[in-house]
């Protein structure tokens, strides 16, 4: 009964999971182990009580004792086991060397002021987040305080622009949020003002160059739009409503004069930051999210930091902060690897004449306390540092020129008592099939 | 029941479809190509989806992503597969590329003029020029394959280009769409990327030897360009002695990596004889002689022995051929994809029967293994495109010996679960029937014997696979949709020995039948469902 329970449960739970996301889940289910759990405790009382302590029965004990010695193996195996991967970049010195690895089902925050690279890093619990639990940042300046209040597993961020506007008659707090929709935009009685970091300030050159009245902006009323990617300051464009335009270019911290409806104009860019939209659209690529809350005595800000698998490949959020520019990262926990590998040469061979992949080599040099050894890194051929195993599983985005290469890595506990469990079960079923017969017939003709 | 016999055979044997290359050469061009001996070019070593292959391959793989299997009677695959490479101009506004769904020829048919809609709708191929692209015509030109009044013709066909990115991304059209990329790509010489061996380990695309670009010899391009305006200008002498040169430059310059005379006649073989799935019906045969034999006419087992012994010596053959053209050396037998699978488990199945059969005499083995080989074989004739029939390259992470090892014990393990359902079956059916001879008991020690095999096997297997994992990926067990069901297969298994063990010895052999088809049923879905549905990381097995 409980062989036939194993069966369905694990024959249910594959289909589960080759149609959601959750496989880890299913198989480490309470259910699931208690039903293994059952099983091998069964059958060693059956075994034991049942079963005649003969040489005809060897098959039977070996077996057996191997299906709970690899029970014991396999369990070892999946709540011990680190997983994950590690990246290594090329630059103008060769590959960077790596020291660490991302561990796949653990997530941090890290953090640095004042300069890039100088980052300090805190695990973080998405699902303490998503139960509104924020959790302290690790941060190298007292000034300032870091906490992570919030998490969103699928979210397109949305880049908001935090604004101070002055005019003759007051002062304004804005928060501009990146869209073309007209809820995105913010209306006064004078003008209206939108922020398209989709349009290169490059373009702005041909705004500027035309005349006339702006599309979509009510008559009457001028216009401000802010454009500029992530990889340039903004600008802001204006237009009024009898034809005249102006640019402006801005920063952070700094306030433009701008002259909009015929009276001065003073912007300040505070920051940029990331929010969630507010309706998700069903096309948001998926993509996970922490917000991080940074606060001085009197200061405070509120930013996304959306998710990226290595933290080599993002530049991280820079949020102006009293003492600083602040860089935030989110990504995985990451691991020494006990040593420090380093890419010499890599190399992705290919069938002859074919694109099918036949290797992909890297010739490597691992320095660990112990020493330092060089060892080929290709498919099918593994290299160890200590307890973890480090494989060839993924390909290059560009194979033939690639820039940055990733690995496997994985510890793998509990092997021997898998390999002695699986040695055992096999060796113990030949038995029970071929030698049993003999030795029952032997005894027969013996009696 | 002879007669019974032989319109059985008759229903099974496959149909003949028309010959479709009559629609695409006019009768000059059928007479020109029927006359042409192009056995030294279909002998000829070339590179080819990362193995050396014959030409005669190339050709007949080439024309079947383009629909054309089957040719006018005397012209050889090869100089059909030629003729409309050098001669690629004069094909562009015939129709060519076989369109393989309605619903595609329909969404095709209305973006084209009527008479070519016409045409298509007709014919159920595409011309060429009408999804040709610019790029490619520049090089059919510059290789001299095409002049500029075939150019001329080609621009006024109405074209797709337009229309391609928005039906392949269409519901339902996407697999039909890359059949016809397939076709096209067969039609402008793909196969033929790195057909000309410049020197020792170099090859090179043909395109480029006729354009005499750089790294092609004046001796190698001056042969090929003989070869393509003889064979363009219908020059027969001309063609019969550049194709010589052509043959005799390649052997030469390949140097001693060129494959042996041995080993390329016998390609040549295994293609001509469909890579011998026809012999599905000598084990069919094999099958309706040894019902009788294992029911008490014992005159019949000679001839059925003799039948099973004679169909698993031709398969014996083809696998050996297969090893041999594949290249993949003695660590790695073809047991890499689906065709390989199942026809090496019909092979395995094959063997197993008649081992037993050899010390059991019963009749009932054997039975199940040719039954088991018949339906695997006719599977692989029938299907031999979706099942991987054609012999390509390895992925470099399945070129281990644990793996080979793996895959091998796997299918020992199947061809076993295989024939334990036809035995249990039949059990099944004697035990309905009340049967009160020797037969019922026969076939369930038999079974038990199949039931063993199938799960040690099974076990070795799965374990030989957990310590390729562990050496591929870092981990021996990923509850991947292929190993959770192949377990779940042994687990079947071991669940229906216990229950054997546990129950009344007249219910035991009910009970192992039924385990066995569940298991069947198991190894089924694993096999249909799993490979084309839930495959993970087994997607290239």
């Known amino acids: 009964v409980l062989l036939v329970a194993l069966t369905v449960y694990v024959a249910v739970a594959s289909i589960v999971a080759a149609v959601g996301d959750e496989a880890d889940d299913l198989y480490r289910h309470p259910l699931l182990i208690i039903i293994s759990a059952a099983m091998c405790a069964n059958m060693l009382a059956a075994t034991f009580t049942r079963v005649p302590t003969t040489v005809a029965h060897l098959g039977t004990f070996l077996s057996h004792g191997g299906v709970v010695i690899l029970a014991v193996g396999a369990a070892t195996f999946a709540f011990g086991r680190v997983q994950g991967d590690l990246m290594t970049v090329r630059t103008s010195d060769g590959w960077t060397p790596v020291s660490a690895f991302y561990i796949n089902d653990s997530n941090a925050v890290y953090v640095a002021v004042g300069q890039k690279g100088d980052f300090s890093r805190t695990a973080v619990n998405p699902g303490a987040l998503k139960a509104g639990r924020a959790g302290p940042l690790n941060i190298a300046d007292e000034r300032i305080s870091a906490r992570a209040v919030d998490y969103a597993e699928r979210t397109a961020l949305l880049p908001v622009l935090q604004l101070r506007m002055t005019d003759a008659d007051r002062q304004r707090q804005l928060e501009l949020p990146a869209g073309t929709g007209v809820s995105r935009r913010v209306e006064t009685e004078t003008y209206v003002i939108a922020y398209r970091p989709d349009i290169p300030s490059s373009a702005a050159v041909r705004f500027v160059a035309g005349s006339g009245p702006v599309e979509n902006v009510p008559e009457g009323k001028d216009l401000i739009l802010i454009v500029g990617g992530d990889d340039e300051p903004p600008t802001a464009l204006t237009a009024s409503a009898d034809g005249e335009r102006g640019r402006r270019r801005l920063a952070a911290g700094e306030p433009v004069e701008l002259t909009v409806a015929g009276e001065p104009l003073s912007l300040l860019l505070e920051a940029t930051v990331l929010r969630p939209p507010e309706e998700h659209s069903a096309d948001a690529p998926a993509g996970r999210a922490v917000a991080v809350r940074i606060a001085s005595d009197d200061w405070q800000v509120t930013t996304w930091i959306p998710y990226a698998d290595f933290t080599e490949l993002v530049s991280g959020e820079r949020v102006e902060t009293p003492v600083g520019p602040v860089y935030l990262r989110y990504s995985r926990r990451k691991v020494s690897l006990g040593g420090v590998l380093r890419v010499r040469e890599a190399e992705y061979l290919t069938q002859p004449g074919s694109v099918v992949p036949r290797d992909f080599r890297c010739d490597v040099t691992v320095e660990t306390p112990q020493g330092k050894r060089e060892a080929i890194l290709g498919l099918n051929r593994p290299v160890r540092i200590g307890g973890l195993q480090i494989s060839q599983g993924t390909w290059m985005p560009d194979p033939h020129h690639p820039m940055r290469i990733q690995l496997l890595v994985n510890s793998r506990p509990g092997l021997v008592a898998v390999w002695i469990g699986c040695g055992l079960t096999v060796v113990g079923l030949m038995y029970a099939f071929y030698v049993k017969p003999v030795v029952l017939r032997r005894k027969g003709r013996r009696a | ?541």
């Not at chain 2, 192009?38 to 030409?55: D, F, I, P, Q």
């Not at chain 2, 080993?263 to 293609?271: D, F, L, P, Q, W």
Request: net charge positive.
């Open chain 2, 1 to 541: 029941m002879r007669r019974a016999i032989l319109a059985l055979m008759i229903v099974m044997l496959p149909a003949s479809p028309a010959a479709a290359g009559e629609g695409v050469f006019d009768a000059e061009t059928t007479d020109f190509l029927a006359r042409r001996d192009t056995s030294e070019l279909e002998l000829m070593g070339v590179l080819y989806r990362g193995r050396s292959a014959v030409l005669d391959t190339v050709a007949r793989q080439q024309l079947s992503r383009m629909g054309l299997k089957d040719l006018p009677a005397g012209v050889s695959h090869t100089a059909a597969y030629l003729e409309l490479y050098f001669n690629a101009g004069a094909y562009l506004d015939k129709p060519v590329l076989a369109v393989s769904s309605d619903p595609l020829l329909e969404a095709l048919a209305e973006r084209l003029d009527d008479e070519t809609a016409r045409t298509l709708r007709e014919t159920h191929r595409l011309p060429p020029a009408c999804v040709v692209d610019q790029q490619a015509l520049e090089s059919m030109l510059s290789a001299g394959r095409a002049g500029m009044a075939d150019y001329r013709r080609a621009a006024v066909v109405p074209s797709l280009a337009d229309a391609l990115g928005e039906l392949s991304a269409r519901a339902g059209l996407g697999l039909p769409m890359e059949r016809l990329a397939a076709g096209y790509g067969a039609f402008l010489g793909r196969g033929l990327r790195a057909a000309v061996c410049v020197a020792p380990g170099k090859w090179t695309a043909v395109d480029t030897a006729l354009a005499g670009s750089d790294g092609v010899d004046a001796e190698v391009a001056d042969a090929w360009c003989s070869l393509r305006d003889a064979w363009r200008s219908r020059d027969a002498d001309g063609v019969k002695s550049a194709l010589r040169r052509v043959a005799e430059l390649q052997r030469r310059r390949a140097g001693e990596r060129y494959p042996s005379q041995a080993v390329r006649t016998a390609e040549i073989a295994y293609n001509r004889m469909g890579q011998f799935t026809f012999v599905w019906i000598g084990f069919a045969a094999a099958t309706l002689l040894w019902i009788p034999a294992t029911v008490g006419r014992r005159r019949l087992r000679l001839p059925a022995a003799g039948l099973t012994v004679l169909s698993t010596l031709v398969l014996a053959v083809a696998f050996a051929i297969r090893w041999a053209i594949s290249g993949r050396g003695l660590h790695m037998p073809p047991v890499l994809n689906q065709f390989e699978a199942v026809t090496a488990s019909a092979l395995l199945a094959a063997i197993i029967a008649l081992a037993l059969e050899l010390r059991w005499k019963r009749g009932a083995p054997a039975l199940a293994g040719s039954f088991y080989a018949a339906v695997a074989l006719l599977c692989a004739f029938w299907m031999p495109g979706r099942m991987g029939a054609d012999v390509s390259a390895t992925h470099g992470l399945l070129d281990s010996p644990l793996m080979a090892a793996h895959v091998g014990v796997i299918i020992v393990g199947h061809a076993a679960v295989g024939m334990s359902f036809v035995l249990s079956v039949v059990y099944l059916l004697a035990a309905a029937a009340r049967h009160q001879g020797q037969l019922p008991g026969d076939i369930d020690r038999c079974n038990v014997i199949v039931v063993h095999i199938a799960t040690w096997t099974l076990a070795l297997g799965i374990v030989l696979g957990a310590m390729w994992g562990d050496v591929a990926w870092g981990r021996w067990w990923g509850w991947d949709a292929k190993e959770t069901w192949a377990l779940i297969t042994l687990l079947v298994y071991i669940a229906t020995i216990h229950a054997r063990l546990a129950a009344r010895p007249r219910r035991r052999g009910v009970l192992t039948a039924a385990g066995c088809v569940v298991a069947t049923a198991v190894m089924l879905f694993n096999w249909i469902v799993v490979n084309y549905y839930l495959t993970e990381l087994h997607g290239y097995a």
